[in-house]
């Protein structure tokens, strides 16, 4: 890859970026500020410098992969039976087991290889993403195409895509701890600094590459890349030194076990798969039936049925980042959700806005959105929808003072683009926000200058620790009237978020604009303006009653189901701002009113989840009744706030009844402690996040699912799932995928097993029937029970793997986490169906030797080849060879439903429709069932290879066998039931059998 720093072209500015000036930079790099690079230039330098990308990615390595099938435990169950057969000189055996070896190793390879594919492109779609400006557009990319000279924009939860010269930040922190050890975060500034020789960690001009921002935002232009970026570098000398695992600590024989146990899949893959290796490797010692009991596929059918699973789930807008979510996906019993965005469709739009005022005189505005939610369209009316249309020319001031705080304390940005399609930056309700204002003209670009948001006044720019990002208050602005001196982003702390302005119409005089929570307004507020409409400019103080009335007012907006805002003010003298500590700032504040937002719940999400929500409780439970999570008629106790929640103890919260259904105003710690009070009623919860804060949440909980959309890269990281579309329906997919994905693993997993039980009935029992030497006859060749295992038994297994859910799956409670796959009632159907199978395949030997035809005796030497005294002998083997392989075949079809019949799968569709549904499964038992004449009739292969011979009136016994075994089938699906809670020591959730009318907990 060519080295994608910045090369003589460029003046090589990585080294001195933070020395030089914004404008030379820019003038360096050919770049724009407010334009960034041309989708033409940014192609061209990614082809130039290649991708924002560090060594050390090695990608999908075959060798590995071979090795792995090589070194797989169930093929060297398989290289010792070959090991056995040349040590006592049977080459025909040896020489075939060596060619199953072979195909099953290029089979595995092969499906192993697709699966790494799917995979790693699976990751590609989840790895961090960066926002850019291209062509004056912010668009996100993936932050491998990052490329010097691009603009970019961060907040808070980001990765840092490249080593960025920082031009514009707002109380911006960055943790480099990755890179310089420090674990404290780091305030950024945007002074230009003259000495070049300074520490990594004293160029706080800049940001590195893979930190993390905590706190704030800020715009940046990229100065280096890939491994010209400082991690870049540090990687580069690593690999210098080939120092990889560290393991100088241990012992030569210490290195070699490691060694072992990587490369034999003990240590490697999901749980269920080291289980079965562990597995594998105990029967290692038990050769003698090993190729019996041992299900060769097993591994490989389980990799492939979990790589087509997150296929399509991928399909289904759900990325699946750890492969162990898929085992227990589907025994999620609680859903805990963010509403917005989530649960809601994330088009917010402000319905209402009441403009407070004492009795009489405050009033309330309202508007319909038009088609589209961003366009500005639309009038607005006084005092409900048949009121007064508003003049957006003539605005009392009561009014303008209220509008100014919900555009300008506001980071948000609507604009039309090249296309004429109105786009938007930043948060949904900030967006809403600056919709509402710009209909009424108080849109932001019209308050205070461009140059604050998209960063082109930069010389002036100064930070200051304490407080935030300051602006020299000598700019002359442009002639706007506002000009940003400091902002406090939003924190989910306070629930608040505030910026200061100077006011150039009011010399002297600085504002203070927040917008928050109403319930933390009102208690950082001390006044109101009485009379708005009249008197705008004079305030009383904010007492009790009034407080009560504001409280009352919004609780009526939540009760509409609206998202509720308050707007307030405060106003001091500009020296006061500098060096304001955000506590000394969110004070005093005179109370302006209330924005009502409405976000529409999602069609899908009727049948919904537990939520947890940072809106006001009424809200919270509005949208919980209006997509059906509680009933108007619910007691109070399901709907909570996270003060009432959280102030409970462990011991309160346990005594609850139930856990809340609701909780409003939730705060990152709240969803800790839902997490571990669920976990402490043995519930298994998936928990929804995006921001920085939920990362503890989602590491937390069993299932940690982040937003793809609005989700901090460190949300994304913390998780096992990412959702690409952020929508609570994709979660709902997720989880029946799951289920789906659990309860075909028990299909095949009963299927395999249930035939090597067979089999290992079969040579076992059949060590009782000795010839005239005293030696035993094998009912079947070491070969033929090979031809079942390998050719005949993996396709339908991978075809059980690929049956569809059950109707009413979503409909039965999860299944049981702790058990795992190998439940006690997988088990008992294992030996149920395993023995029957295998006494079968006895009786079908045992007429033919004895009740057949022409019945004999067993000859001698007929386990080390063909004779004619083995004729007989061959036969019966025939007749086994065709019962085992039909009965296992028709057995994969009895596996599409654990408790119904299999002429009876779905009521009222015919069983053959059903069957031939999963086209998969069906050529695959029609066409195993078809290759098992070829070891009984093709020439040398029938008596050379499997020691066999061609039957004729045998089949009449193989029909009946099978029809036996059917029968059996269908009586062991109707007692099954009623066995099990007989047998079972405890109550066990049968697969797939509990049914029910009412929806389980999840749905």
Avoid at 72 to 85: D, K, P
Avoid at 225 to 232: D, E, K, P, V
Avoid at 820 to 830: E, S
Wanted: proline share 5%; with cysteine; net charge negative.
């Amino acid at each position: 890859m060519a080295d994608p720093g910045m090369t003589s072209a460029f003046g090589r500015p990585a080294i001195t970026a933070h020395t030089l000036s914004i404008p030379r930079l820019l003038d360096v790099l050919s770049t724009s500020a407010t334009e960034g690079l041309t989708k033409d230039a940014a192609a061209a330098r990614l082809t130039e410098y290649g991708e924002n990308s560090i060594g050390g990615d090695e990608g999908i390595s075959l060798l590995r992969l071979l090795v792995s099938q090589l070194a797989n435990a169930l093929t060297l169950v398989l290289l010792a039976a070959l090991g056995l057969s040349f040590g006592v000189q049977d080459w025909v055996e040896g020489g075939v087991i060596a060619g199953v070896i072979t195909v099953n190793t290029v089979i595995g390879f092969v499906q192993e290889y697709k699966a790494e594919r799917t995979m790693d492109s699976l990751r590609q779609l989840s790895s961090p993403t960066a926002v850019v400006i291209r062509d004056g557009q912010p668009v996100i990319v993936p932050s491998k195409h990052v490329v010097p000279g691009d603009v970019v924009q961060i907040k808070a939860g980001d990765v840092i895509p490249a080593d960025l010269r920082l031009f514009v930040i707002s109380n911006l922190e960055v943790s480099e701890q990755l890179l310089t050890g420090e674990s404290v975060p780091v305030a950024k500034s945007t002074e230009t600094f003259k000495e070049t020789d300074i520490p990594l960690g004293d160029r706080i001009n800049l940001c590195y590459s893979s930190t993390i921002v905590t706190q704030g935002r800020g715009s940046g232009i990229v100065v280096a890349t890939g491994m010209s970026a400082q991690i870049g570098r540090i990687a580069d000398a690593m690999n210098s030194k080939n120092n990889k695992d560290d393991k100088s600590g241990m012992s030569f024989f210490g290195r070699v076990k490691d060694t072992i146990l990587n490369y034999s899949g003990v240590r490697t893959g999901t749980p269920l798969q080291r289980k079965l290796t562990k597995l594998a490797y105990v029967l290692f010692f038990a050769i003698a039936v090993a190729v019996g009991i041992v299900p060769e596929s097993l591994i490989v059918v389980l990799t492939l049925t979990m790589s087509l699973g997150t296929r399509r789930m991928a399909k289904q807008n759900v990325i699946v980042r750890k492969l162990d979510a898929l085992e227990n996906l589907g025994g999620v019993t609680d859903i805990c959700s963010d509403k917005t965005g989530t649960l809601t469709l994330g088009k917010m739009s402000v319905r209402k806005m009441w403009i407070a005022g004492a009795p009489g005189e405050g009033y309330e505005l309202s508007t319909q959105t038009a088609s589209n939610a961003l366009e500005p369209v639309g009038t607005v009316h006084k005092g409900g929808d048949g009121g007064p249309v508003i003049n957006p020319n003539d605005l009392d001031e009561g009014l303008a003072q209220t509008l100014r705080v919900a555009s300008l304390c506001n980071v948000a940005t609507i604009q039309q683009n090249d296309a004429g399609v109105w786009v938007s930056t930043g948060d949904p309700t900030e967006v809403a926000l600056q919709v509402f204002a710009t209909k009424l003209g108080m849109g932001r670009p019209t308050l205070t200058p461009d140059e604050d948001e998209a960063a082109t006044v930069i010389e002036e720019t100064v930070y200051d620790e304490k407080g935030g990002s300051t602006v020299n208050e000598e700019d002359k602005n442009g002639g706007f009237r506002f000009q940003l001196q400091v902002e406090f982003p939003f924190s989910s702390e306070t629930k608040k978020m505030s910026t200061i302005y100077l006011d150039h119409d009011n010399p002297g005089s600085s504002i203070c604009l927040t917008k928050g929570a109403v319930e933390r307004l009102l208690e950082g507020s001390t006044s109101y303006v009485p009379s708005p409409a009249t008197a705008p400019s004079v305030i009383a103080p904010l007492t009790d009653e009034v407080r009560q009335a504001l409280l009352a007012k919004a609780e009526e907006l939540a009760s509409q189901g609206l998202r509720v805002i308050g707007l307030a003010q405060r106003i001091f003298a500009p020296t006061e701002v500098a060096g304001i500590a955000r506590e000394a700032a969110e004070r005093d504040f005179t109370f302006l009113g209330l924005a009502g937002i409405f976000d529409p719940p999602r069609p899908e999400t009727l049948s919904a989840v537990r939520a947890l929500t940072g809106d006001h409780l009424t809200t919270a439970k509005a949208i919980a009744e209006s997509v059906e999570i509680i009933t108007r008629d619910a007691p109070a106790s399901v709907v909570m706030t996270a003060t009432q929640f959280d102030r409970m103890t462990d011991a309160e919260i346990d005594a609850l009844p139930e856990l809340p259904l609701v909780i409003a105003r939730c705060a990152p710690e709240t969803k800790v402690r839902m997490i571990k009070a669920g976990k402490r009623r043995g519930r298994h919860m998936a928990m929804t996040g995006d921001g920085v804060n939920d990362s503890p949440a989602l590491k937390l909980a069993p299932i940690g699912i982040a937003m793809g959309l609005a989700g901090s890269d460190v949300a994304k990281d913390a998780s096992d799932l990412v959702l690409t579309d952020d929508n609570f329906d994709s979660i709902r997919s997720a989880v029946a995928e799951g289920r789906r994905l659990f309860l075909n693993i028990q299909r095949f997993s009963l299927h395999l097993l249930s035939t090597n039980v067979a089999l290992v009935v079969l040579l076992v029992a059949g060590l009782g029937f000795k010839d005239k030497d005293g030696s035993s006859v094998f009912p079947l060749s070491p070969l033929a029970i090979l031809w079942v295992n390998m050719i005949t038994g993996t396709p339908p297994s991978l075809g059980l793997g690929t049956e569809k859910a059950p109707l009413d799956l979503m409909k039965k409670p999860p299944h049981s986490v702790k058990d795992g796959v190998f439940t006690w009632a997988l088990i008992l159907d294992t030996f149920a169906y395993g023995i029957v199978i295998g006494i079968t395949c006895l009786i079908s030997f045992v007429i033919v030797m004895y009740a057949g035809v022409e019945p004999g005796d067993l000859a001698t030497r007929c386990n080390r080849g063909f004779s004619e005294q083995c004729t007989l002998v061959a036969r019966a083997r025939s007749t086994v060879f065709a019962t085992l392989i039909v009965e296992f075949m028709l057995y994969a079809w009895v596996l599409k439903s654990f408790d119904r019949s299999v002429f009876r799968l779905e009521p009222g569709i015919p069983f053959y429709k059903t069957l031939y549904e999963n086209k998969v499964l069906f050529w695959s038992v029609i066409l195993a069932c078809a290759s098992s004449v070829l070891p009984i009739y093709v020439p040398v292969l029938n008596e050379v290879v499997f020691y066999q011979h061609a039957i004729g009136w045998e089949w009449g016994v193989i029909v009946a066998m099978t029809l036996a075994f059917i029968l059996w089938c269908d009586i062991w699906k109707i007692v099954r039931k009623s066995v099990f809670k007989v047998v079972l020591p405890s109550p066990q959730k049968v697969i797939a059998s509990t049914t029910s009318s009412e929806s389980s907990s999840i749905v």
